[in-house]
């Protein structure tokens, strides 16, 4: 007979209902550029709590399923989207959150091009809104102001909070853009992330003498087409 060992023993007698157990769900902060302005895809809430409220993808994670797992499922599942580059943002756990149950949920972020986002406007369920003001205020493309269920606001803050404290040293801006880009297109994200408008001259003058990873902006070659003006010239991150 193996002998048995006291971790053995101990594992063998514990009661896991012994201590109460919040339940875990993931949601995701999916932003890209929209019309100008810095956009979250959201989705409409179908049933209690919070009906009719507009809410971030997520789902409760499985008992045997990893959260990357679960935010890689509310990821195809929730906002139809087949990939992206998700990454954990914070984790929130207000006792209150939720009014169903404690619920702490863990937020990924994910950053995507105009192209991956403008398609979901098209969604009766789900559609992008840009991200304005403190406190936060979610509105759609038609104007209307969406009313955010339970502390998606907070969520959302701190999501935008972090690509303003980020963008001015690091090469997330370039995460909405095409591998090839305008000038132009890069100013439009930089002032739709911070919220201002920025002087074009002395924008483009900081963005060609600056070193992003040991990257630096390169002009292509090419000029954009379909343009109704002058083709501006297309740079790429090399």
Do not use: C
């Not at 929130?92 to 986002?117: C, H, K, N, Q």
């Amino acid at each position: 007979m193996a002998n048995i060992t006291p971790e053995d023993a101990f594992l063998n007698d514990y009661d896991p209902a012994a201590f109460d157990r919040p339940s875990v769900a993931v949601d995701l902060v999916l932003l890209g550029i929209h019309a100008g302005r810095l956009s979250a895809l959201l989705v409409e809430r179908d049933q209690p709590p919070q009906a009719g409220r507009w809410a971030l993808p997520g789902g409760f994670v499985g008992i045997e399923e990893s959260l990357d797992a679960a935010a890689i499922r509310v990821l195809r599942d929730k906002a139809g989207l087949a990939d992206a580059h998700l990454e954990q943002l914070y984790t929130f756990g207000a006792i209150d959150r939720d009014p169903r149950m404690r619920v702490v949920s863990v937020a990924y972020l994910a950053l995507l091009t105009e192209d991956a986002v403008a398609p979901a406007s098209t969604g009766a369920r789900i559609t992008p809104a840009a991200i304005d003001g403190d406190p936060l205020v979610a509105t759609r493309a038609d104007g209307e102001d969406l009313p955010l269920a339970f502390d998606h606001a907070a969520i959302l803050t701190r999501a935008r909070d972090r690509l303003r404290g980020k963008i001015d040293y690091s090469d997330i801006a370039f995460a909405f853009l095409p591998p090839a880009f305008t000038l132009r297109a890069l100013q439009e994200v930089h002032e739709a992330v911070l919220g201002t408008r920025l002087n074009k001259p002395a924008f483009r003058r900081r963005m060609l003498d600056r070193v992003v990873g040991g990257r630096r902006l390169v002009a292509t070659g090419m000029r954009e087409a379909d343009a109704s003006h002058r083709p501006a010239e297309l740079f790429r991150l090399a």
